[in-house]
């Protein structure tokens, strides 16, 4: 089992719609949870991080924590064009200094 | 301008051929990393550092060495790179000592032949 599981999609939406994106994590110590936007050929870009159980919400981004569930999503609200792209999770342990990530997910929204 | 710069950008080599990756930052961050990005695989960590001369393996070292001697500075090594080491290589970092928000370089994308 992966540490980091995403499904890879593509997660086709359309426009003005809402994307649901969803991670899991095997360590159950895993104590800091992050969503990065990768756009193609270029670098990972951090868009939220997430350290408590419930919702946590930057402008038309959403991310949810359930540590007892061990998931971790990222809803993307009147979703545009611009928002195609692979989101990636990752993941933090306690006190830990390594970062894992997910496979990511990629995001097509059309017009 | 803060940021994290990657050089080469672009290299392509013969196995055997020790290489060096440079990655620099100046955002006085004391965490920084090195990564590889594979299709299928996602991004893996090989290295990472926790300030200077501070450096521990991430899940995929083998075959790379590391320092950090200076606070910006933290170049990726492929002593006798292989094939299998062809990827996409990212450097991030952070500040403080733990991958809080990371800032990533534009990439490095080696070609082992």
């Known amino acids: 089992q992966k540490e980091v599981e995403q499904n890879s999609g593509p997660l086709s939406v359309p426009e003005g719609a809402i994307a649901s994106l969803n991670c899991t994590y095997s360590?159950?110590?895993?104590?800091?949870f992050f969503w990065y936007r990768q756009y193609s050929g270029k670098s990972p870009e951090l868009i939220m991080s997430?350290?408590?159980?419930g919702d946590k919400e930057d402008g038309r981004f959403t991310a949810q924590l359930n540590k007892a569930s061990q998931y971790v999503s990222l809803l993307i609200r009147d979703s545009q064009p611009s928002d195609s792209a692979t989101y990636l999770c990752?993941?933090?342990?306690?006190?830990?200094?390594?970062?894992?990530f997910g496979g990511g997910t990629r995001v097509l929204v059309k017009p | 301008e803060a940021q994290v710069t990657q050089n080469p950008r672009y290299l392509i080599t013969v196995t055997g051929k020790k290489l060096t990756v440079t990655c620099s930052q100046n955002?006085?961050?004391?965490?920084m990393s090195w990564y590889r990005q594979d299709p299928g695989l996602g991004l893996r960590q090989i290295y990472y550092?926790?300030?200077?001369?501070?450096?521990d393996k991430g899940d995929v070292p083998e075959g790379y060495k590391v320092s950090r001697k200076e606070k910006r500075n933290f170049p990726l090594i492929l002593e006798s790179p292989s094939p299998n080491q062809t990827s996409l290589y990212f450097c991030?970092?952070?500040?403080?000592?733990?991958?809080?928000?990371?800032?990533f370089g534009p990439g490095t994308r080696l070609t082992v032949l």
């Open positions: 550092s926790m300030n200077v001369e501070v450096t």
């Open positions: 991030a970092s952070s500040f403080g000592t733990e991958p809080d928000t990371q800032y």
């Open positions: 990752a993941v933090s342990k306690a006190a830990g200094n390594k970062l894992t």
């Open positions: 997430i350290y408590s159980n």
């Open positions: 955002m006085n961050h004391e965490y």
């Open positions: 360590d159950r110590v895993s104590q800091s």
